[in-house]
């Protein structure tokens, strides 16, 4: 089969690199893909919302299959214009329909749909700039710390949490006044602040039938202990050592059944992953929000301890067949540790030149945002490559990761030491 992987990340190469070693693979292409898919696929420079050219991709290489790694075509509806267009109908696309990817696309969308399927979340409501007043009425009613979550797509960056109320009355108005995440906060939502500990759970289906992948907890804030900025991710751990079979059985029976059943019920075609951010309040699990992707950089840790073929799997869920498949995963835990350029989150340089990834050994190394430059691998991004190791416990693993970390460099590079420490 030829196969072409949408992306350019961490969770692209790792997705990628599992494909390159299914038997059932004869080529395969990543677009745009960065320097570490290039070792293994052929790199395409074409834009993962660039259909027109995605199309004339597919025709060209004859492609049989194609996956959607990051979430943006998917929530501007790239299944969709596979489906209506005659030269590419029969190609099969991993990833949901537009009208199901608004799970993502749209936090106000989400939460009613959680609320329509009796999903257990937190309390919460809309507003936009005519209900500015409204939404500060809201917030006095609720106790500190105060979740303001943009309600369209911020690259990860549109969650605020704050324990000022003024502070809060002050980045509402900031949000839906002053455009501070652009369209993407024309409507904020504001919930009840849920404490505990967060994890992803991430669910295969092919619209009918699903498979519960293994649960993983990444690292969101740039600082050690969880402080200063979030980001897009500074690595994780798989499995999460908290998540035994009866806390595992709830969110299977209260969570990713009545979500599945949900889609089928309110006519959201869904053929890919699902993404239930977690959190552990008490014994009880309550979703945060649903990603229609995979998370990043949980792939890194969750995908490699896949030991099924996951072409045989992806082609189940095209298929429809996915209750057929035997999902076989790696006893073991995988830990994935990110380095990211200086500055990070905030404004970075880019082209600073990468050494040491062929001194690695017993772990994998995922490249996130890197490119080749005249033969050079550098970086090309906020979060650049990560470094995924497997052992008995996570403290095994992350002890490999962190030794191979100290074999990179790059001018600026920065990663978290303190995985786990909440664990």
């Known amino acids: 089969m030829n196969i072409l992987v949408l992306g350019s990340g961490g ?6 690199l599992k494909i390159s070693q299914s038997p059932k693979t004869s080529k395969l292409f990543v677009a745009p893909g960065n320097a570490g898919t290039s070792q293994i696929a052929t790199n395409v420079e074409v834009g993962v919302n660039d259909f027109e050219a995605i199309k004339a991709l597919v025709l060209k290489e004859s492609i049989n299959l194609v996956v959607v790694g990051p979430e943006d075509p998917l929530v501007n509806g790239v299944h969709d214009f596979f489906l209506n267009d005659e030269a590419l109908k029969s190609v099969p696309v991993i990833g949901p329909e537009k009208a199901a990817a608004e799970l993502e696309g749209s936090k106000e969308f989400a939460k009613e749909f959680m609320m329509r399927h009796n999903i257990p979340t937190a309390a919460y409501q809309s507003f936009t700039s005519e209900t500015l007043e409204e939404g500060y009425s809201f917030l006095e009613t609720l106790k500190p710390p105060y979740v303001l979550k943009a309600d369209g797509l911020a690259a990860g960056k549109g969650v605020l949490i704050l324990r000022d109320l003024q502070e809060a009355k002050d980045e509402l108005k900031s949000m839906l006044v002053d455009s501070k995440f652009g369209n993407a906060s024309a409507t904020v939502v504001i919930e009840e602040f849920l404490d505990g500990i967060e994890l992803s759970c991430f669910v295969l289906t092919d619209g009918t039938n699903y498979k519960i992948l293994p649960t993983a907890k990444d690292y969101k804030r ?14 994780a751990i798989s499995p999460v050592p908290f998540a035994d079979s009866i806390f595992m059985d709830k969110i299977e029976r209260q969570i990713v059944k009545p979500t599945v059943d949900g889609l089928k019920t309110d006519n959201l075609p869904y053929v890919g992953f699902i993404f239930i951010g977690l959190i552990k309040v008490g014994e009880e699990p309550k979703v945060i929000e649903y ?3 995979m998370g990043d950089p949980e792939t890194e840790v969750v995908i490699p301890r896949l030991k099924t073929d996951l072409v045989e799997v992806l082609m ?10 035997d999902l076989q995963i790696d006893e073991r835990a995988a830990t994935t540790v990110m380095a990211v350029s200086g500055g990070y989150p905030e404004a970075y340089e880019k082209g600073k030149e990468i050494s040491g990834t062929e001194t690695i050994e017993d772990s994998i190394v995922f490249h996130a945002g890197t490119k080749l430059s005249n033969g050079k691998v550098v970086t090309n991004g906020g979060r650049v490559i990560a470094v995924t190791s497997f052992g008995k416990d996570f403290k095994e693993a992350l002890q490999k990761s962190y030794q191979n970390m100290e074999k990179l460099h790059f001018d600026g590079m920065y990663y978290r030491k303190d995985l786990g420490f909440d664990l």
């Open 222 to 235: 740039i600082g050690e202990g969880d402080t200063g900025l979030n980001t897009g991710g500074m690595g």
């Open 291 to 293: 990603n229609v992707r």
């Open 11 to 16: 969770r692209e190469h790792a997705i990628s």
């Open 316 to 325: 189940a869920m095209a298929n429809g067949t996915l209750d057929q498949v």
